[in-house]
């Protein structure tokens, strides 16, 4: 059974950094794209940020472009989330994805549809 497991929200103070961590199990993903997606109270779900089966490959949302940093470690099967500079609106609900699909070692989705596994996702609450 395919896992992934979301870590490292919380609450943090605006201007503040947060490390998000997905460990995944029940299956490898080094050949396949992840991403992260958020949810905020009463907005859809939105992407943030999806990182390539190699790792060479990046995008982000503009939101959060120059503050977060998505990185994977294939010899951990795991996929993080460096949160620097958060501000209020970055409150939300992270979650985890995966790509059962190799399509590319440079290959990054943005969009939700295209992935196949999700974590029950993280809170993450920006406020003084």
């Known amino acids: 059974q395919v896992q992934l497991v979301e870590s490292g929200g919380g609450l943090v103070q605006p201007g503040g950094s947060l490390r998000l961590s997905c460990a995944a199990s029940g299956r490898t993903f080094s050949s396949n794209a992840m991403g992260w997606f958020r949810q905020a109270p009463g907005k859809d779900r939105e992407f943030v940020a999806a990182?390539?089966?190699?790792?060479?490959?990046?995008t982000y949302a503009d939101s959060v472009k120059g503050r977060f940093t998505i990185s994977r470690d294939n010899a951990k099967n795991a996929v993080y989330l460096q949160m620097n500079s958060l501000k209020p609106e970055d409150t939300a609900v992270y979650y985890c994805?995966?790509?059962?699909?190799?399509?590319?070692?440079?290959?990054?989705?943005?969009?939700?549809?295209?992935?196949?596994?999700w974590g029950q996702g993280t809170q993450v609450t920006v406020s003084s």
């Open positions: 990182i390539s089966s190699s790792g060479g490959g990046k």
């Open positions: 994805a995966a790509d059962k699909t190799y399509v590319g070692a440079w290959y990054t989705p943005r969009s939700a549809d295209v992935y196949d596994y």
